[in-house]
């Protein structure tokens, strides 16, 4: 339950769901994160399985990415990815793909070729014939539009 609660916590606080004029407070990012991480620590502790694994890291990668940390964000996603292929959610891998094309681009690096591009991802998931693809598309689209705004701004 606290897992939960914390993780809930955390996630309402990322913001990436949503296009807003209000600047971002490093302060509240940083406090969420705090939060991200005792979930994914609990996660661990109660050995909930690569999914949850995986989408723990992934809220803590989130931050990492609205904090302007590109690098230990991209590590934290790949770690999330590595997760989902353990769990067999091969859409949860593609959406964790286009997060680390986000932080790529917005890092300015746009050469690596361990990662597909950020189009490339989506038309990825367009394809997949996902459940949920079209609400991942507008989800990594809006997280694009959000932190671009901010590294602009």
């Not at 661990?44 to 992934?58: C, D, H, V």
């Not at 038309?123 to 989800?139: C, K, P, S, T």
């Not at 990594?140 to 705004?149: I, P, Q, S």
Request: hydrophobic share 45%.
């Amino acid at each position: 339950m606290i897992q939960r609660m914390t993780f809930n916590a955390a996630a309402d606080c990322w913001p990436g769901w949503g296009v807003s004029d209000k600047p971002i407070d490093p302060n509240h990012l940083l406090a969420a994160r705090d939060l991200a991480e005792r979930s994914l620590d609990l996660v661990q502790e109660l050995e909930l399985g690569p999914a949850r694994l995986g989408t723990g890291a992934w809220l803590v990668g989130a931050f990492d990415l609205a904090l302007g940390r590109y690098d230990e964000a991209i590590d934290i996603f790949r770690g999330a990815r590595r997760n989902y292929l353990a769990a067999s959610a091969p859409g949860l891998v593609l959406l964790t793909d286009g997060y680390v094309a986000i932080a790529r681009q917005l890092a300015g690096d746009r050469t690596s070729s361990d990662d597909q591009g950020f189009d490339q991802v989506c038309e990825r998931i367009a394809a997949g014939g996902f459940e949920h693809g079209d609400e991942w598309i507008a989800q990594l689209r809006t997280a694009l539009e959000v932190f671009a705004r901010q590294v602009n701004s």
